[in-house]
């Protein structure tokens, strides 16, 4: 399990945007999207507006344009996401933080949250599902592993993500308000 200890509110930065990172499989959407209501802010799924933007799915954009194309596409849409009013949950996709310039942007504006899912349950809540990065269980588990200090080291909060969502959710959006709180005081 990931340390847990969030980075104080003061170390977090001084903006409302709240951007949910891990590995595929670690629940940021479903999540999200509650933490989102909890709060009262608008959800944003980086993959949905990709896929919104290229007019086709993740797995035909891998298919038909490649990886490369859409971790670019990736940098450009979380930057314009991220430009936009806040305040507003954004679930980024397992490999948006890989990128440089995608990291630098979220860690300026927005506070990042990592949900930690072991690799037997990520596994099985995406196994069989079509993702073109979720087809072998030793490969998933190798890019997992090659992931996780990315995430660990842009996160400012760590959560165990093998739970109910309900409860991610709650633990997620109580700690969004704490830090909200303190940033504005």
């Known amino acids: 399990m990931p340390g847990t200890a969030p980075r104080s509110p003061e170390a977090a930065p001084a903006v409302r945007w709240l951007a949910l990172t891990g590995y595929m499989g670690a629940g940021k959407s479903a999540v999200g999207r509650r933490v989102a209501n909890r709060l009262g802010w608008r959800f944003v799924d980086a993959d949905r507006a990709i896929e919104e933007r290229a007019g086709m799915s993740v797995a035909e954009i891998f298919d038909r344009r490649g990886e490369v194309w859409f971790r670019r596409t990736e940098e450009a849409v979380v930057r314009e996401i991220l430009a936009g009013r ?4 954004l679930a980024l996709g397992g490999g948006a933080l890989e990128s440089a ?25 995406v196994r069989g599902s079509g993702r073109p990065l979720a087809t072998d269980q030793d490969r998933f588990a190798r890019r997992a592993a090659q992931r996780e200090p990315t995430y660990r080291a842009a996160a400012d909060l760590a959560v165990d993500a093998d739970g109910p969502v309900e409860e991610i959710a709650s633990r997620v959006a109580a700690w969004t308000t704490g830090v909200a709180e303190a940033a504005r005081a």
């Open 86 to 89: 806040p305040p507003g949950v």
């Open 101 to 125: 310039r995608t990291r630098d942007v979220v860690r300026r504006l927005a506070w990042v949250v990592w949900l930690s899912a072991s690799v037997e349950v990520a596994w099985g809540r």
